[in-house]
Nanobody, 123 residues
Framework: QAQLVESGGGLVQAGGSLRLSCAAS????????MGWFRQAPGKEREFVAA????????YYADSVKGRFTISRDNAKNTVYLQMNSLRPEDTAVYYC????????????????WGQGTQVTVSS
């Protein structure tokens, strides 16, 4: 029954903010690195952010540094992505993923995936 479920996506104007959540169930992911990826229509899925199992280290794509923040609450088995100063180019389906070894920037580094949540930034 292990699964990841994203929520919090929606439509927002440029410059606005959204917070995405990824709730895990079926198993504890407290000792997994967690990541966020996104995929726009016709494009490859790309790395956005990752966080170590302890939450002590975070990693970001250059395109989101200074605007997005990844965090986790292992007691709640949940990872978050706070997105500020959103831009139209941030429009994509956002996926969370779990990595049983360590964080990575490739989709092939991750073992479990959610089904995604749509983020649309207007103007």
């Amino acid at each position: 029954q292990a699964q990841l479920v994203e929520s919090g996506g929606g439509l927002v104007q440029a410059g606005g903010s959204l917070r995405l959540s990824c709730a895990a169930s079926g198993r504890t992911f407290s000792n997994y690195a967690m990541g966020w990826f996104r995929q726009a229509p016709g494009k490859e899925r790309e790395f956005v952010a990752a966080i170590s199992w302890s939450g002590g280290s975070t990693y970001y794509a250059d395109s989101v540094k200074g605007r997005f923040t990844i965090s986790r609450d292992n007691a709640k088995n949940t990872v978050y992505l706070q997105m500020n100063s959103l831009r139209p180019e941030d429009t994509a389906v956002y996926y969370c993923a779990a990595d049983g070894t360590r964080w990575g920037t490739s989709v092939y580094d991750y073992d479990y995936w959610g089904q995604g949540t749509q983020v649309t930034v207007s103007s």
